[in-house]
């Protein structure tokens, strides 16, 4: 059964701190994905990586940054969290294939409040 | 750029009740178009796709047919019941370089026994 998980479910953090979010894929995969999921906007993307040590901006990267030190982590970073990053943050992950439609599975999600 | 808009929630039916989530999108040529469904406390699952005109996707009931003339993908299913509630988002994955997908904003389903 595929999987991906992430480090937390909940997570409270003062404005000003760094946080850490952890996305693990074990299906070999070689697209990971950051996702920020807010009421009415649906999901927005902050970054994604097609391989290791490579990343690439999202639509919404700006207070974020990433890491791919190994093909089944994925970070995300706040280097300076802030009350409007308090969201829903989705990991996913997809193969490279050749298909257009390869499907992208997503973790359970970390919900992050700032205060 | 790549757009997708869905019907805003929350749609709230009764136990066997028809469903219909409306759900247009704007690309340039032809995308693939996914419909996603979120249970409450869980991550994002495939519920369907379909990746040209007139294709027919569905699973556990649920059908949507990719509707060019219209640039539609509207989510149907005859009857539905408790279990179905949940939130679901309509994406599309475009032709540009990294195949991203773009996502609608969500439409949350309550149905009632």
């Known amino acids: 059964d595929v999987k991906v998980t992430q480090s937390s479910r909940y997570l409270v953090k003062r404005t000003g701190e760094k946080v850490f979010l952890e996305c693990v894929q074990d299906?070999?995969?070689?697209?990971m994905f950051w996702y920020r999921q807010d009421p009415g906007l649906g999901l927005r993307l902050i970054y994604f990586s097609y391989d290791v040590k490579m990343k690439e901006k999202g639509d919404i990267p700006e207070g974020y940054s990433v890491s791919r030190e190994k093909k089944e982590r994925f970070s995300l970073i706040l280097e300076s969290a802030s009350t409007n990053q308090t969201s829903m943050y989705l990991c996913?992950?997809?193969?490279?294939?050749?298909?257009?439609?390869?499907?992208?599975?997503f973790g359970p999600g970390t919900r992050l409040t700032v205060l | 750029g790549d757009s997708v808009t869905q019907m805003e929630g929350p749609v709230t039916l009764s136990e066997e009740a028809c469903l219909t989530i409306n759900c247009t999108y704007t690309a340039t040529g032809y995308p693939s178009l996914f419909w996603y469904v979120q249970y409450p406390g869980e991550g994002l699952q495939l519920l369907l796709k379909?990746?040209?005109?007139?294709d027919k996707g569905s699973n556990k009931g649920f059908e949507a047919t990719y509707r060019k003339e219209t640039t539609s993908f509207h989510l149907e299913k005859g009857s539905v019941q408790v279990s179905d509630s949940a939130v679901y988002f309509c994406a599309l994955k475009g032709k540009q370089a990294g195949n991203m997908l773009t996502f609608g904003g969500g439409t949350r389903l309550m149905v009632k026994p």
């Open positions: 996913a992950s997809r193969s490279s294939g050749r298909a257009s439609y390869n499907e992208q599975f």
């Open positions: 379909a990746t040209k005109a007139d």
């Open positions: 299906m070999d995969h070689e697209n």
